[in-house]
């Protein structure tokens, strides 16, 4: 990865960090999405077995559907729908049971509209990781997110201690990054420590005070 500090540096390929890249790089802002798993999609992502006799199996270990309370994302969710890459799901939702080899507590469709990704919930997130203008890393987890007061810029570093680039900007959309459970799964600091949080919080207020004066 380059080290031009020309990009915004978005940690998590889950849905929140995906769609983040995609108006990012859609109001032409070069992107670097960053995930420690092995493909995008976070807590939406898919897992592919193959059976004994060789049959393909799609598990989504997440999320299964959403819905929409927000009118604002109906007209993504419809962009989504005409690229095929959710559909509405009209069928009924059920638990199916490993013991009594049976389904049950089959939910009728609600009220609100049930949409799921196709083929897999993955879907969605693995199309915007791949749009124009966003460039897609897995298997890099994101160790240590600094402020470079000097440079004006974010550095990043691997769990491994890889230099992952300097970046105008950082998105961090797993709450991991700077919460304390971190370091207890982990035993180390977390990527977004106290001092680098200090200095986000205070650009972000500088952000919103010129926002405020510029309205
Ligand atoms: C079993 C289950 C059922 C669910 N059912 C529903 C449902 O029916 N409807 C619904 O709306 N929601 C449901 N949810 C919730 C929904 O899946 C999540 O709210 C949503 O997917 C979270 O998206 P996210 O992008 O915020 O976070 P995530 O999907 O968790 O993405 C965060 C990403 O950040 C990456 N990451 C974290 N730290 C680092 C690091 N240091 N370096 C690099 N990468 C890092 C992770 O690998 C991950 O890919 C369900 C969730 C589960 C688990």
Not at 18 to 23: F, G, L, P, R
Not at 25 to 47: E, H, K, T, Y
Request: aromatic share 10%; glycine share 12%; proline share 4%.
């Amino acid at each position: 990865m380059s080290n031009v500090a020309t990009k915004v540096a978005v940690v998590g390929s889950g849905i929140s960090g995906a769609v983040c890249a995609s108006t990012l790089a859609r109001n032409g802002v070069s992107v670097a999405i960053l995930d420690s798993a092995r493909g995008p999609g976070g807590r939406m992502s898919q897992r592919r077995e193959i059976t004994e006799d060789g049959k393909e199996l799609l598990f989504d270990h997440g999320a299964p559907y959403f819905t929409i309370s927000n009118p604002d994302v109906l007209g993504l969710i419809h962009e989504w729908e005409a690229r095929g890459l959710v559909a509405e799901w009209k069928q009924n939702f059920g638990s199916f049971d490993c013991i009594f080899k049976q389904f049950f507590d089959i939910e009728k469709e609600g009220l609100s509209k049930k949409y799921v990704g196709v083929p897999g919930m993955n879907s969605i997130c693995r199309a915007l990781c791949h749009e124009p203008g966003v460039e897609s890393k897995f298997g890099v987890g994101v160790g240590k997110i600094e402020w470079l007061q000097a440079k004006d810029l974010w550095s990043l570093t691997g769990l491994d201690g890889q230099n992952l680039g300097h970046f105008n900007g950082v998105v961090a959309s797993d709450k991991n990054t700077c919460a304390p459970r971190f370091t207890s799964v982990t035993g180390r600091p977390t990527p977004l420590g106290r001092r680098a949080l200090h200095s986000f919080c205070w650009l972000l207020s500088h952000i919103i005070f010129v926002a405020f004066y510029a309205s």
